[in-house]
């Protein structure tokens, strides 16, 4: 299973840190992502880091605010924001996949999801 946690609200400007943990599964043998879903809207692509943490992909609407990281000793895997703006706000989602694809950027590609957690954004 997986776990998202460190949502809450923040003014505009402000930063938050999101980490994901897993219990019953090493995460170190998958692709780990971020996903978001904003009130009314599809749930949209975040973040990757893939499996060794040498290779990350962003969203163009988070990249430069946005780093995602991953401790595989520890089973977990972070995303820190920082910029954050009030289109932000949503549920995020962690999510795990043994996707074998060099971006894996689809609600499809992955196998796991965690529960979200709520970022608000207030302008």
């Known amino acids: 299973q997986l776990q998202a946690s460190g949502g809450g609200l923040v003014q505009a400007g402000g930063s938050l840190r999101l980490s994901c943990a897993a219990s019953?599964?090493?995460?170190?043998?998958?692709?780990m992502g971020w996903f978001r879903q904003a009130p009314g809207k599809e749930r949209e692509f975040v973040a990757l880091?893939?499996?060794?943490?040498?290779?990350?992909y962003y969203a163009d609407s988070v990249k430069g605010r946005f780093t995602i990281s991953r401790d595989n000793a520890k089973n977990t895997c972070d995303l820190h924001m920082s910029g954050l703006k009030p289109e932000d706000t949503a549920v995020y989602y962690c999510?795990?996949?043994?996707?074998?694809?060099?971006?894996?950027?689809?609600?499809?590609?992955?196998?796991?999801w965690g529960r979200g957690t709520l970022v608000t954004v207030s302008s």
């Open positions: 880091v893939r499996r060794i943490g040498d290779s990350r």
């Open positions: 019953g599964r090493t995460l170190s043998g998958y692709v």
């Open positions: 999510a795990a996949t043994r996707s074998v694809a060099s971006r894996p950027t689809a609600q499809y590609d992955y196998d796991y």
